[in-house]
């Protein structure tokens, strides 16, 4: 099974991290940060204009740069069978 990765930024120090995604929808992205037993999960909820999603981590804010849009075709792409969208 190979798990999707994508990339945030923690807005704080502005440096970037892979992070592995296990459930992505327009209206919501759960990321899992760290491995083993120091893995945190985290939500990622679109901001108010829509054009990115963040999260808190541990008091640390992360943002997924990508707009609603960008990340329901990219859904839409890698599972083209699926045609209702939900929003």
Do not use: W
Request: with cysteine; net charge positive; charged share 30%.
């Amino acid at each position: 099974m190979i798990s999707e990765k994508i990339k945030v930024r923690v807005t704080q120090t502005g440096q970037t991290m892979d992070v592995v995604v296990l459930n992505k929808r327009a209206s919501q992205i759960e990321v899992v940060i760290g491995e083993g037993v120091h893995s945190v999960r985290c939500e990622l909820m679109p901001t108010r204009n829509g054009l990115a999603y963040s999260g808190s981590v541990m008091g640390r804010e992360i943002v997924y740069e990508r707009s609603r849009e960008q990340v329901q075709s990219d859904i839409d792409r890698v599972n083209p069978r699926e045609f209702t969208r939900r929003r």
